[in-house]
């Protein structure tokens, strides 16, 4: 039996990219890379886009009721974070974009067992290339890069399917009071809410194990620990 990782996200969020790593760098400290099963729902941070554009700083700060200047500063930090990390972040070329199809496609990605490469490639996409994660070839190309099938992919985007999960993911997100990602829960008990750092994801794991009567015992690795920030966007 393995112990089961829910996991909300979305593209735009450099946060998300962080909680990504920080929970796989607590599974291979307790070296449980082969007993988790990382399910990844849907989450949109502004799912009335309608089409994709450049983000304005300035507005940004606005909403955030911060000054451009304290938001340039906060994400020079976040992207140094980002960069320790391996993810090199371009803010400024930011492509603010609709990430429905970009979550079908994760959920078709799921059942060829491609999911956790096209949710890496579509946050780097999104977070340090600036690509435009609405478009279809953008989507295209991206999924064909981690292996998918060219001809399925496309015949998935101009389809529609796959709609009906991400739909599902997202009222059960507004039905567990999820305002903000990333978002974790490990074992259906254990939530955790943001970037949380390392050592977090270590103990929510260990209770996990405890409760699990067939639970691996791995020896462990030294904890690095390491402090980081909640999640930002609500």
């Known amino acids: 039996m393995k112990v089961t990782i829910d996991m909300y996200s979305d593209y735009a969020c ?3 990219f962080l909680g ?3 929970l796989k760098a607590a599974i291979e400290v307790l070296q449980l890379q082969d007993d988790v099963d990382i399910r990844y729902h849907s989450f949109q941070l502004d799912p009335d886009i309608q089409e994709s554009h450049l983000i304005d700083l300035n507005h940004f700060a606005w909403r955030k009721g911060i ?3 304290q938001l340039l ?3 020079k930090e976040l992207g140094e974070r980002l960069q320790e990390k391996g993810l ?3 803010y400024d070329k930011l492509i603010v974009a609709n990430s429905f199809d970009a979550h079908r496609l994760v959920k078709y990605a799921t059942t060829k067992h491609k999911a956790t490469k096209l949710q890496d490639r579509l946050l780097r996409a999104s977070l340090e290339q600036g690509l435009d994660i609405a ?3 953008v989507l295209t190309d991206l999924a064909v890069e981690v292996g998918l099938d060219k001809k399925e992919v496309e015949h998935v985007l ?3 399917e796959y709609a009906y999960p991400v739909i599902q993911d997202l009222d059960s997100a507004r039905e567990q009071n999820i305002s903000g990602v990333p978002f974790f829960l490990i074992n259906d008990r254990y939530p955790i809410y943001g970037a949380q750092p390392e050592y977090r994801f270590e103990d929510a794991l260990r209770r996990a194990l405890l409760e699990m009567d067939d639970a691996p015992i791995k020896k462990e690795k030294k904890p690095e620990v390491c402090e980081g920030d909640s999640c930002l966007f609500e």
């Open 14 to 16: 450099p946060f998300c």
């Open 20 to 22: 990504k790593e920080n």
């Open 67 to 69: 000054s451009l200047e």
């Open 73 to 75: 500063e906060s994400q």
């Open 88 to 90: 090199n972040m371009h």
């Open 135 to 137: 478009d279809h070839q």
């Open 158 to 160: 101009a389809s529609g």
